[in-house]
């Protein structure tokens, strides 16, 4: 009973670094979080499509928060 | 899968906000929102559920990134993941890496998509309502943002809302723009308009490109002076921009801040208080004219689409107004979008494909034509209805515009498509669902069986379609009223799809529209093959299970007296009956006297089912034949009773030739008997040949040559109505039929008071041989023949009836003069009569000029009016 869970924990493991590896490749930019909770949305049939235009849009809006975190004082 | 516990999707989701964002729970709340609301939105992928495709993508993709090690690396790894039975929906995973994958190479190009993402959500909501919902850009958008471009007073606040802007905005870097344009408040004051117009009038003017804009958008053009933030600045005057938002609310009949609808005026008007220049003025209020006609169009699609007694065709028409209005929705939303757009860009777009007035006036220019059109149309179509409608659309076809004429010829084919339906149900099926009193054949429900051929169904003349010519009116209204003739009338079941091919019916208003092409070819060619089969096989039932054209012969025959041998024993039969008064007559005598006839004379031969219908019927059924037969039948009885005049001179011609005193009256009545014979001869032959035999010839011709069964009819009263003329029984000729009564009666006369004559003169006779008699029987007794008291006796009586005889000849000779003065009379009205065969009639009575050499009105009307028409006679 234990080793089965045990080698099924390894197995998930191994899936993830896998696809860890494959992010990495592509150069999406996900951290291995991230990545887990992708993997866990899409195998719950969610459009990847629309995760991935969501991730796009969230890091672009992160990215202008910074810029004008960073920059306050050229618009005045 | 231990680890991958089940938590919710939105749990994930945000969790996932907050992993990429940096920050909080509480902060994130926005972009959660809208992660949720696209990804709700998007459920179904577009994309192919398939593994092997997005690995072989993938590959491609790092190919190109010229990584052939990594390919391999990324094919042994896809090879490890396939030996795990961990995921499920391997092919999402990837995908979801492939699209976020970036090449190395190019550091930081992860706005670049937003434009194909914004190209695929908006058909989804392509309506006139606002949609903020979809759009990725939406997610931090305020509605304090949409006022940027309405305020007047933008100069404070543009510069504090280009962040908000920036914030979001899929392009813009505001380094690069701010550093661009650091006095760009100061230097765009002076913008020259020019300039401006140069800058706004691109080469793409067509308003497909609206819809491709969003797609081809320049990230920026930093050298763009920003006009619209310019015109901002100066002081009370309305932005370009503002208008342009105004406009576009118009355009859907909604007021704007500073266009609004006059009601005195009935137009849009800018508000007289705000400071604008002309040309700008001017130019909106040319707009503004599109949401006027858009009024117009929907308050007629509104007030009559609920509207049910509108009928069917009126639906048809608000649905083709719909369907264009829609159109025109869909390219508003397209420019409404494009704004919006703009707005998130905020000042840093003037570029060469920003929104203008000018823009949007020559984009705007054929929808306008369109909803012109459509505006006309509404006007035109208001309190019309049905086929009167199809009518007034069809008028509009009538265009040079060839853009126009498809427009009308789009809302004609589906205006015109519950017309056709009708029209299939009526000549195939003979069926009638007209609630709303559509179509152009009307029934009248009061109608009984027996007149369903006459009166049950009309035409409605204002409700035939313009496209229709009569003729294909009227064959279609006989086509149904034939088929409910054999159904109700004739009991004839036959199923409509026998009786003519069905051919197929009008399913889709595509059809409509390709039978309105071809109205004189197909059409016509179905209406004609519909009109053929129905009235041929209507003729036939007629002709072989009702013997339609026995019956007419019958009628010829017997009522019309063309059987000679039946109406000679019939008129023998009934002399005795003939002479007593009409009240002393009984019906039932009569049937018998009818009886023996038809069984005496070659009648009897005839079909049963007509003898059935030999009937006596006084004074009653149809009144033309009853007109015409009582005419003929005392015609032909004045032939008859000549004929008995005749007989009884020539049997007592012999008989009083021992009275020689007699010799004088008997040679008058002579002479009176043959001018009647005459008269009476000529008269009969014209009536007989010239009357019915000629018209009987032309109406069994055209019997024989008839396509339905209202030619038969229609030849049937022509028949009649020259009959009737011919014979002198239209109200035209009733002084001739005066006349020729008069002559009758004369003949009556004469013929009694030569019964008379005859009888006296036969009596005499008798007494005389009676007298001779005795005398001889006396002398052969060796007694005195007669007695001196008896011979006085005897002259006394001669004497008498010596006496007599003046009388008689006096009497005969006013007699005489009398009815010769009637046949001139007679004579003179026939010479004047219009028709030719009666004046030909008048030389045959005349043609020893008898008659003209006494009557001086003969002579002048033979010599002087002959051929003319002397309407003062």
């Given at each position: 009973?234990?080793?089965?869970?045990?080698?099924?924990?390894?197995?998930?493991?191994?899936?993830?670094?896998?696809?860890?590896?494959?992010?990495?490749?592509?150069?999406?930019?996900?951290?291995?979080?991230?990545?887990?909770?992708?993997?866990?949305?899409?195998?719950?049939?969610?459009?990847?499509?629309?995760?991935?235009?969501?991730?796009?849009?969230?890091?672009?809006?992160?990215?202008?928060?910074?810029?004008?975190?960073?920059?306050?004082?050229?618009?005045? | 899968?231990?680890?991958?516990?089940?938590?919710?999707?939105?749990?994930?989701?945000?969790?996932?906000?907050?992993?990429?964002?940096?920050?909080?729970?509480?902060?994130?709340?926005?972009?959660?929102?809208?992660?949720?609301?696209?990804?709700?939105?998007?459920?179904?992928?577009?994309?192919?559920?398939?593994?092997?495709?997005?690995?072989?993508?993938?590959?491609?993709?790092?190919?190109?990134?010229?990584?052939?090690?990594?390919?391999?690396?990324?094919?042994?790894?896809?090879?490890?993941?396939?030996?795990?039975?961990?995921?499920?929906?391997?092919?999402?995973?990837?995908?979801?890496?492939?699209?976020?994958?970036?090449?190395?190479?190019?550091?930081?190009?992860?706005?670049?998509?937003?434009?194909?993402?914004?190209?695929?959500?908006?058909?989804?909501?392509?309506?006139?309502?606002?949609?903020?919902?979809?759009?990725?850009?939406?997610?931090?958008?305020?509605?304090?943002?949409?006022?940027?471009?309405?305020?007047?007073?933008?100069?404070?606040?543009?510069?504090?809302?280009?962040?908000?802007?920036?914030?979001?905005?899929?392009?813009?870097?505001?380094?690069?723009?701010?550093?661009?344009?650091?006095?760009?408040?100061?230097?765009?004051?002076?913008?020259?308009?020019?300039?401006?117009?140069?800058?706004?009038?691109?080469?793409?003017?067509?308003?497909?490109?609206?819809?491709?804009?969003?797609?081809?958008?320049?990230?920026?053009?930093?050298?763009?002076?920003?006009?619209?933030?310019?015109?901002?600045?100066?002081?009370?005057?309305?932005?370009?921009?503002?208008?342009?938002?105004?406009?576009?609310?118009?355009?859907?009949?909604?007021?704007?801040?500073?266009?609004?609808?006059?009601?005195?005026?009935?137009?849009?008007?800018?508000?007289?208080?705000?400071?604008?220049?002309?040309?700008?003025?001017?130019?909106?209020?040319?707009?503004?004219?599109?949401?006027?006609?858009?009024?117009?169009?929907?308050?007629?699609?509104?007030?009559?689409?609920?509207?049910?007694?509108?009928?069917?065709?009126?639906?048809?028409?608000?649905?083709?107004?719909?369907?264009?209005?829609?159109?025109?929705?869909?390219?508003?939303?397209?420019?409404?979008?494009?704004?919006?757009?703009?707005?998130?860009?905020?000042?840093?777009?003037?570029?060469?494909?920003?929104?203008?007035?000018?823009?949007?006036?020559?984009?705007?220019?054929?929808?306008?034509?369109?909803?012109?059109?459509?505006?006309?149309?509404?006007?035109?179509?208001?309190?019309?209805?049905?086929?009167?409608?199809?009518?007034?659309?069809?008028?509009?076809?009538?265009?040079?515009?060839?853009?126009?004429?498809?427009?009308?010829?789009?809302?004609?084919?589906?205006?015109?498509?519950?017309?056709?339906?009708?029209?299939?149900?009526?000549?195939?099926?003979?069926?009638?669902?007209?609630?709303?009193?559509?179509?152009?054949?009307?029934?009248?429900?009061?109608?009984?069986?027996?007149?369903?051929?006459?009166?049950?169904?009309?035409?409605?003349?204002?409700?035939?379609?313009?496209?229709?010519?009569?003729?294909?009116?009227?064959?279609?209204?006989?086509?149904?009223?034939?088929?409910?003739?054999?159904?109700?009338?004739?009991?004839?079941?036959?199923?409509?799809?026998?009786?003519?091919?069905?051919?197929?019916?009008?399913?889709?208003?595509?059809?409509?529209?390709?039978?309105?092409?071809?109205?004189?070819?197909?059409?016509?060619?179905?209406?004609?093959?519909?009109?053929?089969?129905?009235?041929?096989?209507?003729?036939?039932?007629?002709?072989?299970?009702?013997?339609?054209?026995?019956?007419?012969?019958?009628?010829?025959?017997?009522?019309?007296?063309?059987?000679?041998?039946?109406?000679?024993?019939l008129m023998d039969l009934l002399k005795p009956e003939l002479v007593r008064p009409?009240?002393t007559l009984?019906?039932?005598n009569l049937?018998g006297i009818?009886?023996t006839?038809?069984?005496?004379?070659?009648?009897?031969?005839?079909?049963?089912?007509?003898?059935?219908?030999?009937?006596?019927?006084?004074?009653?059924?149809?009144?033309?034949?009853?007109?015409?037969?009582?005419?003929?039948?005392?015609?032909?009885?004045?032939?008859y009773?000549?004929?008995d005049?005749?007989?009884?001179?020539?049997?007592?011609?012999?008989?009083?030739?021992?009275?020689?005193?007699?010799?004088?009256?008997?040679?008058?009545?002579?002479?009176?008997?043959?001018?009647?014979?005459?008269?009476?001869?000529?008269?009969?032959?014209?009536?007989?040949?010239?009357?019915?035999?000629?018209?009987?010839?032309?109406?069994?011709?055209?019997?024989?040559?008839?396509?339905?069964?209202?030619?038969?009819?229609?030849?049937?009263?022509?028949?009649?109505?020259?009959?009737?003329?011919?014979?002198?029984?239209?109200?035209?000729?009733?002084?001739?039929?005066?006349?020729?009564?008069?002559?009758?009666?004369?003949?009556?006369?004469?013929?009694?008071?030569?019964?008379?004559?005859?009888?006296?003169?036969?009596?005499?006779?008798?007494?005389?041989?009676?007298?001779?008699?005795?005398?001889?029987?006396?002398?052969?007794?060796?007694?005195?023949?007669?007695?001196?008291?008896?011979?006085?006796?005897?002259?006394?009586?001669?004497?008498?009836?010596?006496?007599?005889?003046?009388?008689?000849?006096?009497?005969?000779?006013?007699?005489?003069?009398?009815?010769?003065?009637?046949?001139?009379?007679?004579?003179?009205?026939?010479?004047?009569?219009?028709?030719?065969?009666?004046?030909?009639?008048?030389?045959?009575?005349?043609?020893?000029?008898?008659?003209?050499?006494?009557?001086?009105?003969?002579?002048?009307?033979?010599?002087?009016?002959?051929?003319?028409?002397?309407?003062?006679?």
């Amino acid at each position: 009973m234990a080793s089965a869970a045990n080698a099924n924990l390894n197995a998930v493991r191994e899936t993830m670094d896998v696809l860890l590896e494959i992010s990495r490749l592509l150069n999406t930019g996900l951290d291995m979080e991230s990545l887990s909770i992708c993997v866990r949305l899409c195998e719950q049939g969610i459009n990847p499509e629309a995760l991935s235009a969501v991730i796009k849009e969230l890091r672009k809006a992160s990215e202008s928060l910074k810029v004008r975190k960073l920059s306050p004082n050229t618009v005045t | 899968m231990a680890t991958l516990d089940q938590k919710s999707p939105n749990v994930l989701l945000q969790s996932l906000c907050c992993r990429i964002t940096g920050k909080s729970e509480a902060e994130v709340a926005h972009q959660f929102q809208y992660a949720v609301r696209v990804i709700g939105s998007n459920y179904a992928p577009t994309i192919e559920r398939d593994e092997f495709l997005v690995s072989e993508k993938i590959k491609k993709e790092l190919l190109k990134q010229r990584r052939e090690a990594d390919t391999a690396l990324f094919s042994e790894l896809h090879r490890k993941l396939q030996t795990q039975s961990v995921l499920k929906q391997r092919w999402s995973v990837l995908y979801l890496l492939l699209s976020l994958a970036e090449d190395p190479r190019k550091p930081s190009s992860r706005v670049g998509n937003y434009g194909a993402l914004f190209a695929q959500a908006l058909p989804r909501d392509a309506h006139s309502t606002p949609f903020y919902c979809t759009r990725p850009q939406s997610l931090a958008l305020g509605y304090g943002e949409r006022s940027v471009g309405l305020s007047a007073t933008v100069g404070s606040s543009g510069i504090s809302s280009l962040g908000v802007y920036t914030l979001n905005g899929p392009t813009p870097t505001p380094q690069s723009l701010l550093a661009g344009h650091p006095p760009q408040s100061a230097a765009g004051g002076g913008q020259p308009l020019g300039s401006r117009l140069a800058w706004t009038l691109p080469a793409n003017c067509s308003p497909s490109s609206a819809l491709a804009m969003p797609a081809t958008r320049q990230p920026l053009v930093p050298s763009a002076p920003s006009t619209r933030v310019v015109r901002s600045h100066r002081d009370g005057e309305v932005s370009e921009a503002a208008l342009v938002r105004d406009i576009l609310y118009v355009f859907q009949g909604i007021d704007g801040k500073f266009i609004k609808m006059s009601a005195q005026e009935n137009c849009y008007k800018i508000d007289g208080k705000v400071a604008l220049c002309k040309s700008l003025r001017d130019t909106s209020s040319r707009l503004a004219e599109l949401g006027w006609l858009h009024n117009k169009v929907r308050k007629y699609t509104d007030a009559r689409s609920l509207d049910r007694a509108f009928g069917l065709v009126g639906q048809s028409f608000c649905a083709a107004l719909h369907q264009e209005l829609k159109e025109y929705y869909r390219l508003l939303s397209v420019l409404h979008s494009q704004l919006q757009v703009e707005d998130e860009q905020g000042v840093t777009t003037c570029t060469e494909t920003s929104l203008t007035l000018r823009r949007l006036l020559v984009w705007m220019y054929d929808p306008k034509v369109r909803l012109k059109t459509l505006a006309a149309l509404v006007d035109f179509c208001q309190g019309r209805k049905g086929g009167e409608l199809a009518s007034a659309v069809h008028s509009y076809g009538k265009t040079g515009d060839p853009q126009m004429r498809a427009l009308v010829q789009h809302i004609l084919s589906l205006v015109s498509h519950p017309i056709l339906n009708f029209l299939y149900r009526w000549i195939y099926d003979g069926e009638l669902e007209d609630t709303y009193h559509e179509f152009f054949v009307a029934s009248d429900p009061n109608v009984k069986t027996d007149r369903l051929w006459h009166d049950k169904y009309s035409l409605r003349k204002s409700m035939i379609p313009s496209f229709f010519t009569m003729d294909q009116a009227r064959k279609v209204l006989l086509i149904g009223k034939s088929i409910n003739f054999l159904h109700q009338v004739c009991h004839d079941r036959t199923p409509p799809g026998k009786i003519t091919p069905v051919s197929k019916s009008v399913d889709t208003p595509k059809d409509a529209a390709e039978l309105l092409t071809d109205l004189e070819g197909a059409f016509q060619g179905k209406i004609d093959a519909a009109y053929f089969d129905t009235s041929k096989y209507l003729l036939d039932v007629l002709n072989r299970n009702y013997l339609l054209l026995e019956h007419l012969q019958a009628m010829r025959r017997y009522l019309l007296l063309g059987q000679g041998d039946f109406i000679r024993h019939l008129m023998d039969l009934l002399k005795p009956e003939l002479v007593r008064p009409a009240t002393t007559l009984y019906q039932h005598n009569l049937t018998g006297i009818l009886e023996t006839a038809v069984r005496a004379t070659n009648a009897q031969y005839d079909n049963a089912e007509i003898l059935k219908r030999l009937d006596v019927r006084l004074l009653e059924c149809m009144s033309h034949y009853l007109r015409v037969f009582n005419f003929l039948w005392r015609a032909k009885r004045m032939e008859y009773t000549l004929t008995d005049i005749w007989k009884g001179q020539m049997c007592n011609a012999k008989l009083l030739k021992t009275m020689p005193e007699l010799s004088g009256v008997l040679h008058q009545c002579h002479i009176l008997a043959s001018e009647m014979v005459h008269f009476i001869h000529q008269m009969q032959y014209y009536i007989t040949f010239e009357v019915l035999e000629c018209s009987w010839d032309e109406l069994w011709n055209n019997v024989q040559r008839a396509q339905d069964l209202d030619h038969i009819i229609a030849a049937h009263e022509v028949f009649l109505d020259t009959i009737i003329s011919r014979c002198l029984l239209d109200n035209n000729s009733r002084s001739l039929l005066n006349q020729l009564r008069a002559i009758f009666d004369q003949i009556i006369e004469f013929q009694s008071a030569q019964d008379s004559l005859y009888r006296s003169a036969l009596e005499e006779l008798t007494l005389r041989l009676q007298y001779e008699e005795r005398k001889r029987q006396r002398e052969e007794e060796g007694q005195w023949g007669v007695t001196a008291e008896q011979e006085a006796e005897e002259k006394k009586r001669i004497q008498e009836f010596q006496e007599t005889i003046p009388k008689l000849r006096s009497q005969l000779r006013v007699l005489a003069h009398l009815y010769q003065s009637i046949v001139q009379h007679f004579l003179v009205l026939l010479m004047t009569s219009y028709d030719e065969s009666l004046r030909f009639l008048s030389f045959r009575l005349d043609f020893n000029e008898h008659y003209r050499a006494r009557d001086p009105r003969l002579r002048a009307s033979l010599g002087a009016n002959r051929g003319r028409r002397p309407s003062n006679i």
